[in-house]
């Protein structure tokens, strides 16, 4: 294997530098919340992750950022 290749290998357990891959956000929400809010995409055949996303989108743009990611 060529050193090369050996440095574009993803070593186990090590987050990826490549800056378009997602990361994981952590938030606590009270127990009720979260079952409210996973019974309700669920009914509107949605995925928790997407609300969440455009939730943070939303936000970001009534601050004022003209293009969040």
Request: proline fraction near 7%; charge should be positive.
């Amino acid at each position: 294997m060529s050193i090369r290749a050996m440095e574009e290998k993803k070593k186990p357990g090590r987050p990826s530098t490549n800056k378009d891959d997602p990361v994981y956000v952590r938030a606590r929400v009270p127990r009720e919340l979260h079952k409210s809010f996973k019974l309700a995409c669920t009914e509107d055949d949605l995925v928790m992750e997407d609300v969440i996303k455009d939730l943070i989108k939303d936000w970001l743009t009534k601050r004022g950022k003209k293009n969040p990611a």
